[in-house]
């Protein structure tokens, strides 16, 4: 079975322009979460979404926003970007809701954003 | 709160020794599970063992082993016989009633030939 792969891989924006990352999660798999991780906050929660619902979401600005589509993938955007929103991106996909720790979460690769 | 500490920022061991991974977690629920994870320079996590609050006994699976003391609020990592493959950061994870993961923030682990 394939694993959650991510795209792109890499990115370099400048601040101000706007991205969008892109999740395709483990066949079946019908939750997508994204984290933020970075060296000084380490591993953050940005968000879960479930059957095309966001079913929770951690504490990050408005500008972070994403979406599932109806066969799962996922994508998640942000706006006006700063420099601090340079990071590594991660996806992780489970098959059912993975909040409360009910499923297993897989990890992709990850998308490294670069904010100049 | 929830919180996660992982007190060891950064490990090194000569290949062969034994090594343990601390995790300290904190929380009021009483129904809650936690999660190692290791994550090797090409950036993704590894999942490697689920734990929930009521299942106290220890695992082992192949070279590595957990420990979960409810009593310390403990879950710590010890892998025998390390290897150089072993060398990543591992990352210790809770998540109870508050539905999110949250993650300690890592230890970075050396294992030298």
């Known amino acids: 079975k394939a694993g959650v792969t991510q795209t792109p891989r890499y990115l370099i924006k400048t601040r101000g322009q706007q991205v969008t990352l892109s999740c395709s999660p483990i066949?079946?798999?019908?939750?997508v979460s994204w984290y933020q991780q970075t060296p000084g906050q380490g591993l953050q929660f940005l968000f879960e979404y479930f059957s095309e619902t966001q079913r929770n979401k951690g504490n990050f600005p408005g500008r972070f926003s994403g979406r599932q589509f109806s066969n799962s993938r996922s994508e998640m955007n942000v706006s006006t970007l700063e420099l601090g929103d340079s990071a590594l991106y991660l996806c992780?996909?489970?098959?059912?809701?993975?909040?409360?720790?009910?499923?297993?979460?897989?990890f992709g690769p990850g998308t490294r954003l670069t904010v100049l | 709160a929830q919180k996660v500490t992982q007190a060891q920022t950064e490990i090194s061991v000569v290949e062969k020794e034994d090594v343990t991974l601390d995790c300290v977690y904190e929380?009021?629920?009483?129904?809650?599970?936690l999660f190692w994870y290791k994550q090797p320079p090409s950036g993704e996590l590894v999942f490697l063992i689920r734990?929930?609050?009521?299942?106290?006994q220890n695992e082992i699976s192949g070279r590595y082993s957990w420990n979960f003391q409810k009593s310390t609020s403990s879950f710590n990592f010890t892998i025998t016989a390390s290897q150089v493959v072993d060398s990543a950061v591992y990352f210790c994870a809770l998540s109870d009633r508050d539905d999110k993961i949250i993650f300690g923030k890592g230890t970075r682990l050396h294992i030298l030939p």
């Open positions: 929380t009021r629920d009483t129904t809650y599970y």
């Open positions: 066949s079946g798999h019908r939750s």
């Open positions: 734990r929930n609050s009521f299942d106290e």
């Open positions: 992780a996909s489970s098959p059912g809701l993975a909040g409360y720790g009910a499923d297993t979460q897989y």
